[in-house]
């Protein structure tokens, strides 16, 4: 019983890591980030939703690496 509900947590906690990464906004480089910096410029970018983002998958990652532990463990 407990084996299952540690998976279906960890399920869960890796399909918020999946999500929280790639809500993330990437890093611009090469000539794509030239074109799209000149627009974060322009238009501002959301500098607390990114560091928010980074938080919650910290956090998310870290949960999902003691379930990792405690199935592996099993």
Request: glycine residues 14%; aromatic residues 6%; without cysteine.
């Amino acid at each position: 019983m407990l084996k299952g509900l540690v998976t279906a947590f960890h399920v869960i906690m890796s399909i918020a890591l999946i999500a929280s990464v790639i809500l993330q906004s990437g890093k611009s480089a090469g000539l794509s980030g030239a074109i799209a910096g000149g627009a974060e410029t322009f238009f501002g970018k959301k500098k607390g939703m990114d560091e928010l983002l980074g938080k919650v998958t910290a956090v998310v990652a870290l949960l999902f690496g003691v379930s990792s532990l405690l199935l592996g463990l099993w």
